[in-house]
């Protein structure tokens, strides 16, 4: 026996909507339980005949999605909810995943991917369409290690090194003789911190550098 699953469609733009109508058609397990245009509509039917799924925009005319999306959660913590929405974002991606989204897809995913999103978050997925997900994996990145570094924006550890002696008073051709490079080197290493830290003399260097933190406590 073929499971029959309700469907909740919350969209406002009537072109949009009839795409998803057309969408959980070609889905013989997803029955469409309404499709409604607004937060009012939508909160009727939840508190009414709460449904298996709701696929809900953010931007509403009378409020937010992600209004919806808590609701349905107050009512029953495992409801299932999925977001298609224009917006990409991070900030709204990582909203409605704080207010109980089940899965985030964007509307100019291919309509065949809807259907398939709600069987996926049925069957214990997290239906998210690929552009976003790159998106959260690089949010949720732990940060590099200190040893690293960024070429056009952090400081090399030789380059730290030769911003030391600067702070400490010496010469190009003092920091040359300790580190047993030409002055030339040591020049271009100077004009790479200059670059990096946006100045452009010794001076604002070490200013800049203390005000960054990159200087050796006591420098």
Not at 29 to 38: I, P
Not at 52 to 57: F, G, K, N, S, Y
Not at 111 to 131: C, F, H, Q, T, Y
Not at 211 to 217: A, D, H, I, T
């Amino acid at each position: 026996m073929v499971r029959q699953l309700k469907v909740l469609l919350v969209e406002d733009d009537p072109l949009c909507r009839a795409r998803l109508v057309l969408a959980l058609d070609t889905q013989r397990e997803l029955t469409l339980l309404a499709d409604v245009g607004s937060v009012a509509e939508a909160t009727v039917l939840i508190e009414s005949d709460l449904p298996d799924v709701m696929v809900v925009d953010i931007g509403l005319p009378d409020g937010s999605g992600l209004d919806l999306i808590r609701r349905c959660k107050e009512l029953v913590p495992n409801s299932l909810c999925l977001v298609n929405t224009v917006y990409g974002d991070e900030a709204h991606v990582l909203a409605a995943l704080a207010s109980g989204a089940t899965g985030y897809l964007l509307k100019d995913a291919p309509l065949s991917d809807l259907g398939e999103a709600i069987l996926s978050a049925v069957d214990g997925g997290a239906p998210i369409s690929p552009s976003i997900a790159s998106a959260l994996l690089t949010h949720l990145q732990p940060p590099r290690d200190q040893t690293s570094f960024d070429e056009n924006t952090h400081l090399s550890p030789r380059e730290s090194e030769v911003l030391d002696y600067l702070a400490r008073g010496f010469s190009r051709s003092e920091i040359s003789d300790t580190l047993g490079i030409s002055i030339n080197t040591v020049s271009i290493y100077i004009k790479n911190i200059y670059r990096k830290l946006e100045v452009n003399s010794g001076k604002k260097a070490l200013f800049e550098a203390r005000r960054q933190g990159l200087l050796r406590e006591g420098l």
